[in-house]
């Protein structure tokens, strides 16, 4: 997948680790944003950032930090995880212009994360 | 009551069969709905994108929306070994980024 990458795609870390997600898209947009997925539950949002701003943060636990330098970069800064959060983690993207329509997202191919 | 209410499945089928995949919700005011396609190790990829009521086709991919009903169905026609995987539905009432999604349906089409 060239238009929205991610590394790393493994990632397994224990409980007292810090460690951070990357998230790059190649098609020029300015809407990204971060998902999780977990086994049988519907993808959930966490974080959107438009043209570099944070738009959205879904109630989600301080452990998970943001950060979107430009509008092509998206990373996840992760510390003092818990098991229960394994899970597959989504970037995606969208041109983050259009009004009172729906913007179609492109997700990256996620970063498998296991915490032990 | 999740706003979003889809079968997981597994579906199984033999190739070239109809297949038909289904999503019911709550929330009236979703005017938006999309169909992904997700495989194993990967992720989502759009399918069909369909604004308000109605239907829409796109090769051997026909999405249905039934605003009345709530209900909103993917047929795929002719179906493939290489249509095996995870199909998500996903919806949203527009002018904002956030997209509810089902938790999706895994196909697998047998040879």
């Known amino acids: 997948e060239t238009g929205v990458t991610q590394t790393p795609r493994h990632l397994v870390m224990g409980m007292t680790n810090k460690k951070s997600l990357k998230c790059e898209q190649h098609l020029g947009h300015n809407a990204m944003y971060w998902y999780k997925q977990s086994a049988k539950k519907p993808l959930e949002l966490m974080f959107v950032?438009?043209?570099?701003?944070?738009?959205e943060n879904n109630s989600v636990p301080s452990r998970f930090s943001p950060e979107c330098p430009n509008s092509s970069h998206l990373f996840l800064h992760l510390h003092t995880l818990q098991p229960e959060d394994s899970a597959l983690y989504l970037c995606?993207?969208?041109?983050?212009?259009?009004?009172?329509?729906?913007?179609?997202?492109?997700f990256g191919p996620g970063t498998r994360l296991l915490v032990l | 009551q999740k706003e979003v209410e889809q079968d997981p499945g597994p579906l199984s089928v033999p190739e070239g069969a109809i297949v038909s995949l289904n999503c019911t919700y709550s929330?009236?005011?979703?005017?938006?709905f999309m169909w992904y396609r997700q495989y194993s190790r990967k992720g989502p990829e759009l399918l069909m994108y369909t604004y308000s009521s109605g239907n829409k086709e796109d090769g051997r991919f026909t999405a249905q929306v039934d605003k009345s009903s709530k209900y909103i169905s993917l047929f795929i026609r002719d179906s493939q070994p290489s249509d095996s995987a995870t199909y998500l539905c996903?919806?949203?009432?527009?002018?904002?980024?956030?997209?509810?999604f089902g938790s999706g349906t895994r196909l697998l089409v047998r040879p």
């Open positions: 996903a919806m949203s009432a527009g002018s904002s980024y956030k997209l509810i």
């Open positions: 929330n009236s005011a979703f005017q938006y």
């Open positions: 995606a993207s969208s041109p983050g212009a259009q009004r009172g329509s729906q913007e179609t997202q492109y």
């Open positions: 950032y438009n043209f570099k701003e944070q738009t």
